[in-house]
Structures are given as C-alpha cells and as structure tokens.
C-alpha cells in the first residue's frame, strides 16, 4: 500500500526556484485535480497543470509556475490548504450527522437548514 | 452583472450543449473579484445538509466545495476507502459443478461484516497471515439425499439435504487473540441469504476463506459502496411570465412537483417550487415557444450526494473514512516534501 512517494524533475534552469515540476508516485487524478484548484486559488501562481502521463502508470505530473515565491513553496501551502479543508469538511459533517442522528432519536420534526 | 454572476456560479444547460461547464473563479480572471483562496470565507459559506439517512443508504448537500474536491471524495468513496473481503480460498475439496476459480470469484465478491479499522493491511510478502490481517471463514457442505422424501416428489428442496450452499453456511473461525476481541460482534457475511453454489447428492465442498483488507482500486470486491454519486442541483428561472394553457405545457415538461400552477387574479400562472426534484431532461427547450420563457441551468457548487453501502460499513462512516483519507494523502505528501528538502539541502 505505498502511498504517494515525492520526485522533482531535474529543472533546466536550478537557480529559478518558482517553476517546478514535481511528480508523484501512486496518485491520481483524486488528488491531482483536487491540489490543482487549491493552488491556482493562489494569486501568486501564472501557471499550474497536472496530467497523468500514461494510464497505465499510477503517477501525476504536476507544474507549478509562480511570479515571486518558490514553487516548493506554494506547493507546500496547497497541500497545507486543502488539509485545512478536509478538516473543515469533516468536523462539519460529524456534527450535522450526530444533530440528525440527534433529532431523528426524539421524534421531533427535521427543521431544514 | 448579472451575467457575470450567471458565468460564474452557473453551468448552462442549452438546447444543444452546455455551457460555463469549468470553474472560472481564480485569482486574475475577474478584474472586480477577489477569487483568492481564503479559508474563512469559505468557513462561512460551506455548509452539510442531511436529505435522509438510513443504515444502508445516505442522500446529503455538499454546498461551497468546488467540483475538484467533491470529485476527489466521490473517488476516495469509490476506491480508496478500504474493506475485509474474501481474497485466498484454500479449497481442500470440491466435487461441485462449479469450477474452483468460478467459486473462488464468486466468495470473493461477498460484502463480509468486519470493520476493516480494526485490521492492518497484509505485509507485501507475507503468505501465510497473521490474527492481525486475516479472517479465517470456513465453509463445509455435504449435500445428501433425503431418505424421508415421498416417491414421486420433484421439489429439489423436498429430495435433497444441503443442495443449496448459502452464505448462512460460512462460519467464523477465530485466529489468534479475535475471540476476545470480537467478543459482541461475531464476524459474518453481511447477508446470510447469497447463494454460492448447487449441489447434488454426493457432492461437497470443503474450503478455508481467508479475508484480507483492500481498496477498491486494486480489486472491485473491495470497495465498500453499491455505489456512490453526486448530482448539481438544478437551476430553473423563468424569464417571462407563463401563463394558461402554456403553463400547464409547461408543468409537464419538468418531472412532477418543479412547476407547480398558481391562480393569480383568475389566470393560471406557473411557479417554480421545487427544482431539486428535476431530473434535467431539457424537454422544455424542445417546444418552440417554450424555450424562450426558461433558463436551464445547474448550481456550480451545490452538489447532491448519494452514498449506498454494501452493508459492511453505515454510509456517514463511509463520508468521515473518505476524508481522513484525502487528508492523509496530503499528509503523506507534505511529509516526502520535507523528506526530499532535507535531501537538497544536505
């Protein structure tokens, strides 16, 4: 079950830290397109793309080209962001779920949110 | 401005295509808008409402997620979130009609009521298994002829004993320390009525089932959902009033209880009431003078899930698996980040 291992491919240019592209070992578009959307909410970010070179291989390639910061950097903040949402997604749904489980126990009737 | 709005929070649905289908609201595209990621304005605006929830089946909103994330947890639903299923069947005999292989595809493919949280995932060499990941379930059927059946009966169920191998057969056996630790839940198929294989008399088998844990994406038998979907929620307007016989045309374009008629000062008028309930067949953008009075359209973030367990685990517990696990892949990455910086700077 090994999940994800982290590669950077040798840039043309290693003095320019803000374009990278990091490859990633067994993931997909789950997590592709999903780190993608995170980072291009960056405003520092021109450019971020992701593709899956060949189906028949269980990696993602994903660019990041910023304006400023390091790209490490800002790939660092995606994944750090889209955290912070699953965390949020997940301590909302428990709640919700205990407060229906909570009013479906007593009988009363579901007021809609 | 309107339009503006309409591009952004709205995927179009014309006569003959779709349109605004992508998500446009990045930084930079819109000079008016600040499109910055922003954690607590997205705190704000997301929101989880619970349509209906039973043991096996569960219907909810997601509203405030972008298409990519609810994509990402449909997917981890699908095929990561992992299960107990039947994966090594020791067949010490066998003198069915089935074929071993047949029988083995089909013992793997029933759910077995184990929570997988509680096991660890095989080590990638080991054979043999340990209590800690493996089920050990045996199944051991003779079928007989029945001695007390009358001459002339035909029903097989009256003639022959044990001719039908069902799941209420397979029984547990504990390895290790299981017994005390499934002490109130006993480990068993989900459903005890599946019928395996037929027999005749003089027929058996005789087989030990090892269960492991697994996810969907290495093999279908474990993924833990019949299945798991999501729909946008609908967006109907009605750009002019419809009024009379048109609305009534028109109520009958939609799936029953969208439209619904009102009598205003006489004359029937139509109403939007409930869009949630439209399936989108479009079929009022095939009627000439219908098309012009309705705007069809899906809500970009609004996304209504349906989750349909197999049994093994209840769907809520399914959502929170999924993402724990999103965020563990996040996790993990960050983690090989740090690992791979170190690299570089040593």
Redesign the interface.
């Known amino acids: 079950?090994e999940?994800?291992?982290?590669?950077?491919v040798e840039p043309e240019n290693p003095e320019d830290e803000t374009c990278r592209t990091f490859v990633?070992h067994n993931?997909?578009?789950?997590?592709g397109?999903?780190?993608?959307?995170?980072i291009?909410?960056?405003?520092e970010v021109q450019f971020c793309g992701y593709s899956v070179p060949h189906p028949s291989e269980s990696k993602i390639n994903l660019r990041i080209q910023t304006n400023g910061p390091p790209a490490?950097d800002v790939?660092?903040r995606g994944?750090?962001?889209?955290?912070?949402?699953?965390?949020?997604?997940?301590t909302?749904?428990?709640t919700?779920?205990n407060n229906?489980?909570r009013i479906?126990g007593s009988g009363e009737p579901m007021d809609?949110? | 401005m309107a339009d503006l709005e309409d591009i952004r929070t709205r995927v179009r649905l014309n006569e003959y295509s779709l349109s605004n289908t992508q998500s446009t609201d990045f930084p930079g595209n819109y000079p008016d808008y600040d499109d910055a990621w922003n954690q607590v304005k997205f705190e704000e605006n997301f929101r989880i409402n619970i349509i209906s929830m039973t043991d096996l089946e569960m219907e909810f909103d997601m509203v405030g997620v972008d298409a990519a994330v609810a994509n990402a947890f449909r997917r981890i639903l699908l095929a990561e979130v992992p299960t107990m299923a039947i994966e090594k069947v020791f067949i010490y005999n066998n003198t069915s009609i089935i074929q071993d292989e047949v029988l083995a595809h089909r013992l793997g493919l029933i759910p077995i009521k184990a929570d997988p949280r509680l096991f660890e995932y095989r080590q990638k060499d080991d054979t043999e298994g340990t209590p800690e990941d493996t089920i050990e379930l045996e199944l051991k059927v003779k079928c007989t002829r029945n001695p007390n059946a009358s001459k002339d009966a035909t029903d097989p169920d009256e003639i022959y004993r044990n001719h039908k191998v069902l799941t209420k057969q397979m029984k547990w056996i504990p390895l290790g320390n299981q017994a005390e630790m499934f002490m109130d839940n006993d480990i068993h198929p989900v459903h005890d009525d599946i019928l395996v294989a037929k027999l005749r008399p003089g027929q058996e088998l005789d087989l030990k089932l090892h269960c492991v844990k697994g996810i969907g994406k290495d093999h279908a038998k474990f993924s833990p959902v019949a299945t798991a979907s999501y729909r946008l929620l609908p967006d109907i307007t009605l750009t002019k009033p419809v009024v009379g016989e048109k609305a009534e045309r028109l109520q009958k374009c939609f799936s029953p209880g969208v439209i619904e008629i009102e009598e205003v000062k006489g004359q029937k008028v139509a109403k939007v009431v409930n869009p949630r309930k439209d399936t989108c067949s479009r079929e009022a953008l095939r009627h000439d003078d219908l098309k012009e009075c309705v705007q069809l359209g899906r809500v970009r973030n609004h996304f209504i899930f349906s989750v349909e367990s197999t049994g093994i685990l209840p769907p809520d517990v399914l959502v929170t698996e999924a993402v724990k696990i999103l965020m563990a892949k996040c996790r993990k990455m960050l983690s090989e980040l740090d690992k791979t910086q170190v690299e570089t700077e040593k």
């Open positions: 079950m999940v994800g291992r982290l590669e950077v990633m993931e997909d578009h789950t997590l397109n999903s780190l993608r959307y995170i291009m909410k960056n405003p490490v790939l660092r994944l750090v962001e889209l955290t912070a949402v699953c965390e949020h997604v997940l909302t749904f428990e919700t779920v229906f489980k479906q809609t949110i």
